[in-house]
């Protein structure tokens, strides 16, 4: 059974950091990407950072500059450093690996609340 356990999120003041971390377990027939979306309350859930398994990075327009997708396979670990965060990065944060099969696997999200 495929687990991804993600932890590191809570309340921040604007301008604050966090960071997420993603471990993942069970065995997964090759992995093409790891990456972070984020669901905020009416919105879609949207793409905020992702990692090939060459080591290409994606970010959303909205985070570059602000926040570093990085892994450790040594730990079967993804993290997302947060910095400079805004209010408007209030959302709840899903882990997401996608394999070689076209399958998807999820965490079960970590919020993320950005208020003074």
């Known amino acids: 059974q495929v687990q991804l356990v993600e932890s590191g999120g809570g309340l921040v003041q604007p301008g604050g950091s966090l960071r997420l971390s993603c471990a993942v377990s069970?065995?997964?027939?090759?992995?093409?990407?790891m990456g972070w979306y984020r669901q905020a309350p009416g919105k879609e859930r949207e793409l905020v950072a992702a990692i090939s398994s060459g080591s290409r990075l994606r970010y959303a327009d909205s985070v570059k500059g602000r926040f570093t997708i990085s892994r450790d396979n040594a730990k079967n670990t993804v993290y997302l450093q947060m910095n400079s965060l805004k209010p408007e990065d209030t959302a709840v944060y899903y882990c997401?690996?996608?394999?070689?099969?076209?399958?998807?696997?999820w965490g079960q999200g970590t919020q993320v609340t950005v208020s003074s």
């Open positions: 069970g065995s997964i027939f090759g992995i093409n990407a």
């Open positions: 997401n690996v996608q394999s070689a099969l076209d399958t998807a696997y």
